[in-house]
């Protein structure tokens, strides 16, 4: 796919790897709709934008990924705005300290897993060829922690990232009926603040799992995931694929079935 001329929407898209989505994806000339929670920094990232990029280029939209409601009004918003999605990238994500609280453990999945499958229906509805749609790509953020699990103590956080990637995957057929392929990609601990805010040493001595991934692997940069949802984009081939990232291998691609690994 051309990215020149698109229109995409990036979920959590204010800070961290959805920052570097929304900025590559504007390199390449497409609009973006910037959805996230944070109203102050939400204004003043698409300020930064417009700066860079542009007037009419970007827009920020306050919305939880939670609430069927604002995401329903985020897509049609955009859509108004712009004319058109082509693009759906469903970053949105959040780790919990305690999953051992109802509360916590219940939002992970409301984020992570439920926020994903909500907004990749929502992208197949607007882009569909069977609805008047040219079709599109969605590309659903989930992690390494999706296909290689972790401790006890991060349980649920696998069980999404896993939900995320079988979901992505199951989803194949969409390019043949509806014109929308979906992928997902697997980054490796990336440097974030979300990162940085679930992990301490008292965390590292509880999780010895993810202490040794994380010196066995390193930390990545978020502007090399950007370059993979890139060429997710632009590699009209990968449909139903999911895209690994560690810095010690760099970008690849594990075929469906995960039978087959190979460099993009």
Known sequence: MK??????????GVQGIGEKICRALLE?????????????KGFQF???????????????IRCDVTSKSQM?????????????????????GITSKNEEVDEEWDKEVDVNLKG?????FLGVYHMSVSRGGTGGIIINVASMAGIFPLGQSMAVYCATKFGVVGFSQSLGGLHKTEGVRVNCICPSYTETDLFWSSYDEKRAKELPELHQTLSKYGLIRPEVIATGVIQLIEKDSTNAAVMMVTKKRGIE?????????SKL
């Open 28 to 40: 390449k000339g497409c609009k973006v709709a910037v959805l996230d929670l944070n109203h102050a």
């Open 72 to 92: 329903k009004d985020s897509f049609e918003k955009t859509k108004e705005m712009f004319g058109q999605i082509n693009i759906v990238c469903n970053n949105a």
């Open 3 to 12: 990215i020149q001329g698109c229109v995409a929407i990036v979920t959590g």
């Open 116 to 120: 994903v499958i909500h907004g990749t």
């Open 46 to 60: 698409q300020e930064r934008l417009e700066r860079q990029y542009g007037s009419g280029k970007v827009i920020f």
């Open 253 to 261: 691609i594990m075929r469906p079935r995960g039978s087959r690994i």
